[in-house]
T-cell receptor, first 112, second 115 residues
Framework: QKEVEQNSGPLSVPEGAIASLNCTYSDRGSQSFFWYRQYSGKSPELIMSIYSNGDKEDGRFTAQLNKASQYVSLLIRDSQPSDSATYLCAVKGKQGAQKLVFGQGTRLTINP | DTGVSQNPRHKITKRGQNVTFRCDPISEHNRLYWYRQTLGQGPEFLTYFQNEAQLEKSRLLSDRFSAERPKGSFSTLEIQRTEQGDSAMYLC?????????????FGSGTQLSVL
């Protein structure tokens, strides 16, 4: 079982709709959860971090965490063509650990 | 803030040769990470430094790989006796324990091709 799993997609969403990206992780002791966006040919950049169960909103982005189900998701509202990228879920383990484990990424395409 | 700098951007080498990459982190960042990424995959953790100390190293990393961070500033990643399977993008990232969101800042990477 991979430490962090994502559906690799591609996920295709019409412009203006909600894009939903999902991620599961295997280490129940994980403490910190992140979503990175990676445009083609570029490096990853952080868009959201979440540490507690529930929802965290930042503009058009909402991260959701359910530690009991070991599940993290990212919702993108009012999707724009500029949101087309690969979205990487990343998980950090027990408190004090610095190793950040990435999933394989979900390729998202927003269709105008 | 000039960002994380990696050199070279591209490296082509023959199988069996040694290669060395350099990473210059953001100046005030005390944490430095090396990752490897292949097409269609997420970044794979290689190693982590806090200041000059190498605190974590992937068990997947063979002994052909070595990394250093002398004086806690720039870092080098060396691959000895390269193999075709080493072809990948090598990403360096830095962070600071003073950042509340634990954000990693990535460099542009070094693309290694082993022929």
């Amino acid at each position: 079982q991979k430490e962090v799993e994502q559906n690799s997609g591609p996920l295709s969403v019409p412009e203006g709709a909600i894009a939903s990206l999902n991620c599961t992780y295997s280490d129940r002791g994980s403490q910190s959860f992140f979503w990175y966006r990676q445009y083609s040919g570029k490096s990853p950049e952080l868009i959201m971090s979440i540490y507690s169960n529930g929802d965290k909103e930042d503009g058009r982005f909402t991260a959701q965490l359910n530690k009991a189900s070991q599940y993290v998701s990212l919702l993108i509202r009012d999707s724009q063509p500029s949101d087309s990228a690969t979205y990487l879920c990343a998980v950090k383990g027990k408190q004090g650990a610095q190793k950040l484990v990435f999933g394989q990424g979900t390729r998202l395409t927003i269709n105008p | 803030d000039t960002g994380v700098s990696q050199n070279p951007r591209h490296k082509i080498t023959k199988r069996g040769q040694n290669v060395t990459f350099r990473c210059d982190p953001i100046s005030e960042h005390n944490r430095l990470y090396w990752y490897r990424q292949t097409l269609g995959q997420g970044p794979e953790f290689l190693t982590y430094f806090q200041n000059e100390a190498q605190l974590e190293k992937s068990r997947l990393l063979s002994d052909r790989f070595s990394a250093e961070r002398p004086k806690g500033s720039f870092s080098t990643l060396e691959i000895q006796r390269t193999e075709q399977g080493d072809s990948a993008m090598y990403l360096c990232a830095s962070s600071s324990d003073r950042l509340s969101n634990e954000k990693l800042f990535f460099g542009s990477g070094t693309q290694l091709s082993v022929l």
